[in-house]
């Protein structure tokens, strides 16, 4: 006890140890979902189910703990949702899972480099919060949008593009009934809805013959890693283009901005000033995990808005983190349980978290044509356009636009205008 009060100052932050352990549980428990969904999204792109699932845990879990060692703060970090999708259904795509880890490492590379600068505060000054806040809104539809097709909810349609699937099938009913099942448990406020609602609907679709449980086992030694560590392609991640790379730095910092903040907001932490002290050293975090995941095989590491179930509980230290990671660690002997999850069970957590992302609209002015007009482009291209980074081109272009036409330039900051340049030739070549 005298070594934890002496690392974390529990007493100080008007805490006491069993509350920061029932606070790692309950933010462990909310977000624990992403050990089953991100294989399930990244192996989509020809990656290891298996390999995936290990290089989440080991990346969520030792980055989780370094937070609460190096910063002594109550967050936790994983693969981010958005940022996994992105990596799967556009870059690897595109140029294969390998350049996609090397874009992820190579933007870890500037997320770090920007917080040491200190350049990160100014650049979120900069950006117009409407456009920060289209961004969420887009990645929430992007990720909605790809767990109803996943689900064969939606499906495509050479004369309209998309439409509905046949929802009487086994599969896009299992998925119907996880988003039920999910809903229901959230509605209810139950700690660990979604990763409840997979493990049900897993249940479920057992005796509906989706899931094959022929060689079923919960506990078992974790996959092998060397499938994925280790295989980043720097060289066709560079082929990729300036705004490829920006699209995961841009969604990263202000994610990861948004969430501090917001998360701190709820306690004590923040100064009189409203800042977060320290918040240089989560960013190092953060940016660290991002290329330490990368290195370990997988998408974009970023603090997770689910801290705010641990803070909720009384977390205040990081204490809370460490508790969070080692519980992560220790969820990679469940890997042979992650390997009979359907992805009709993982589907309707994508659906939830789009619904959860969908929030910040309410946050954007829609009586401001200037404001209103960019955060649109933003949002309805992402999905549209299958593509976060196209998205996020099509609103810094479009922004300076707008408001120049109002006569309204002064509103524009100068580094809005670079982006915008920089959005144009992205769209060019």
Do not use: C
Not at 9 to 37: N, P
Not at 77 to 105: E, I, R, Y
């Amino acid at each position: 006890m005298v070594l934890l009060e002496k690392l974390f100052h529990i007493r100080e932050r008007g805490s006491t140890v069993r509350t920061e352990i029932i606070a790692g549980i309950t933010t462990f428990m909310t977000m624990a979902y992403i050990i089953f969904v991100n294989p399930s999204i990244l192996s989509a792109a020809g990656m290891d189910f298996g390999a995936v699932m290990t290089a989440t845990a080991i990346s969520a879990g030792l980055t989780t703990i370094l937070m609460g060692l190096y910063v002594n703060y109550p967050f936790a970090l994983a693969s981010g949702m958005g940022l996994n999708a992105f990596f799967a259904f556009v870059v690897a795509a595109k140029a294969g899972w390998q350049a996609a880890l090397g874009t992820v490492f190579i933007s870890g590379i500037v997320f770090f480099v920007l917080a040491v600068a200190g350049v990160i505060n100014w650049i979120d000054a900069a950006v117009p919060a409407s456009l920060k806040k289209a961004v969420s809104v887009g990645i929430g539809l992007f990720i909605a949008l790809i767990g109803l097709k996943n689900a064969g909810i939606v499906v495509s349609n050479e004369a309209t593009l998309v439409s509905l699937g046949h929802l009487t099938e086994r599969g896009p009913l299992l998925a119907i009934i996880g988003l039920v099942i999910i809903g229901i448990l959230m509605a209810r406020k139950v700690r660990g809805a979604m990763l409840l609602g997979i493990l049900i609907t897993t249940a479920i679709g057992i005796p509906m013959g989706v899931v094959d449980v022929t060689n079923f086992a919960i506990f078992g030694a974790p996959a092998s890693i060397s499938p994925v560590m280790f295989h980043m392609d720097l060289k066709a991640a560079l082929g990729l283009g300036f705004m490829t790379i920006f699209a995961f730095v841009f969604v990263d910092v202000f994610d990861t901005m948004g969430t501090l903040m917001g998360t701190a907001a709820r306690t004590r932490m923040l100064d009189d000033q409203g800042r977060l002290p320290k918040v240089r050293e989560a960013m190092l975090v953060d940016a660290v995990g991002t290329m330490g995941g990368a290195i370990l095989g997988t998408s974009t590491v970023t603090t997770y808005i689910e801290s705010a179930a641990g803070i909720t509980e009384g977390g205040r230290t990081g204490l809370t983190s460490v508790v969070v990671g080692v519980l992560f660690l220790l969820s990679l002997f469940l890997a042979p349980l992650a390997g009979i999850v359907p992805g009709q069970a993982t589907a309707p957590a994508l659906v939830i978290v789009g619904v959860l992302m969908m929030g910040a609209i309410t946050g954007i002015d829609f009586e401001d044509i200037t404001e209103a007009l960019p955060a649109f482009i933003t949002i309805i291209v992402m999905p549209l356009a299958f593509s976060i980074a196209d998205g996020i081109a099509a609103g810094f272009l479009v922004y300076p636009i707008v408001k120049a036409a109002a006569g309204r330039t002064s509103e524009v900051k100068p580094f809005v205008w670079v982006l915008a340049a920089i959005a144009l030739i992205h769209f060019a070549l």
